[in-house]
């Protein structure tokens, strides 16, 4: 053998080594977690599967069809680089949660994290529904979690809600499916607080509360395409019933549908509270069929009768509802009751088509700066 052809087969030796490591390195990038009987609790299989993805830059954790009982568990990092989280199956929730913690799935503290597939998150809230709890447990609760997306995954009967962000940034969630029955107590869909840079788009969310429910301190969120009922609409808030909350501000809400809800598009604040700030709001585009308070800003919410005739102190300023169709399952269309102490600023409506049976829906107003713009809107003035 000449040293020139030596030097080829070195070579090739050497291609061949680098293409194998790759190979395998690819595969090895893959943590699948594999099934075991009805009895058997996944959670150390879970937490092994997402030590490894965690610790691989590019790691995918990765849950085949089948059921998967599954106990509290945290998916905590930081993680190296790009971390995903594939869901064909269902997990199962156990019946009885563990006393005190708000959440069933946790991710905590990670960048870049993707939770998506077909799969589904079985909470099994129906006899936690039943009996009285103070604890809010959210079926999936993202924390410090930033460069998130969740996509298409399925969750049904959470105990309390069924996704919960909190203090994330730059957050995706598309086409996901929340489901509970219309008399579930706190089944809210998306619960968002303390976060930023947040887009939701698609999906249907039918539950027993908020479909989505905005906390304070969410700012510049694009809520797009989502379907919504039964359930009680998209709710910035409730607001103003803790000391020092983040204002709520850049908010859009446009093309979404709601079917038989009890709200439509709402902000709510309790009264009395302390200081906030809600601005530059716009719902856009929405169409809502047979739903209970269309368009609703109720400065004077008081679910408990506590209220003592005080006053909110939230600001609510530049709100704008356009194009805002469909059928009110009353005679108001728009309700804007605003603090007295703190009226609302910069209320505008326009292109609104709101009946009842047929006939136009009326607008109650007070403590409120409303501006109707342009013609034939229904209804086209406050009351
Ligand atoms: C997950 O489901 C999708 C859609 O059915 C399928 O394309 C994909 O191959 C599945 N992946 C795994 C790992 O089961
Ligand atoms: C929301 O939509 C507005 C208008 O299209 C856009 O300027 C803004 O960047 C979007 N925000 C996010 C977080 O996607
Ligand atoms: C408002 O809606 C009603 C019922 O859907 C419809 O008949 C009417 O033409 C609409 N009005 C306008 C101005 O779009």
Not at 184 to 197: A, E, Y
Request: charged share 15%; net charge positive; hydrophobic share 30%.
């Amino acid at each position: 053998m000449d040293s020139n052809s030596l030097s080829q087969r070195i070579v090739i030796f050497f291609l061949l080594s680098i293409w194998s490591t790759l190979h395998v390195h690819c595969q090895s990038h893959i943590f699948t977690v594999s099934q075991s009987d009805a009895q058997t609790n996944s959670k150390q299989a879970f937490l092994d599967a997402w030590k490894k993805a965690c610790a691989t830059n590019g790691g995918t954790v990765s849950v085949p069809n089948g059921n998967y009982q599954l106990s509290d568990v945290e998916f905590s990092g930081p993680c190296n680089g790009q971390t995903r989280f594939l869901l064909n199956g269902t997990l199962i929730a156990p019946d009885v949660p563990t006393p005190n913690l708000d959440y069933w799935i946790l991710f905590r503290r990670i960048n870049k994290l993707t939770i998506y597939g077909t799969g589904t998150l079985n909470g099994n809230g129906a006899s936690y529904w039943n009996t009285k709890h103070t604890t809010t447990i959210s079926s999936l609760k993202l924390v410090r979690v930033n460069k998130v997306s969740i996509k298409n995954i399925h969750s049904i009967n959470s105990k309390k809600f069924h996704f919960n962000v909190h203090k994330c940034k730059g957050v995706t969630i598309k086409n996901i499916h929340a489901t509970a029955p219309a008399d579930s107590p706190n089944t809210d869909g998306i619960h968002l607080g303390k976060s930023d840079k947040i887009r939701i788009s698609g999906g249907n969310i039918a539950t027993g509360d908020d479909c989505i429910s905005i906390g304070d301190g969410v700012t510049n969120m694009n809520i797009t395409g989502v379907n919504c009922g039964p359930g009680h609409g998209i709710s910035i808030g409730s607001l103003g019933k803790y000391h020092s909350e983040k204002e709520v501000r850049s908010i859009r809400v446009t093309n979404c549908n709601f079917e038989n809800t009890d709200n439509g598009l709402r902000i709510k604040t309790f009264a009395p509270s302390p200081p906030g700030l809600v601005s530059d709001i716009t719902f856009e585009g929405n169409i809502l069929n047979n739903v209970c308070n269309p368009i609703i800003i109720d400065q004077h919410y008081c679910p408990h009768s506590k209220c003592d005739g005080g006053d909110s102190s939230v600001s609510i300023k530049d709100v704008k509802f356009i194009d805002i169709r469909g059928s009110s399952s009353e005679a108001t269309g728009v309700k804007v009751d605003c603090s007295r102490s703190h009226p609302c600023k910069g209320i505008q409506l326009k292109g609104l088509n709101l009946t009842f049976n047929g006939n136009p829906t009326n607008a109650l107003c007070s403590s409120a700066d409303v501006i109707f713009l342009g013609q034939n809107q229904t209804p086209s003035r406050c009351s």
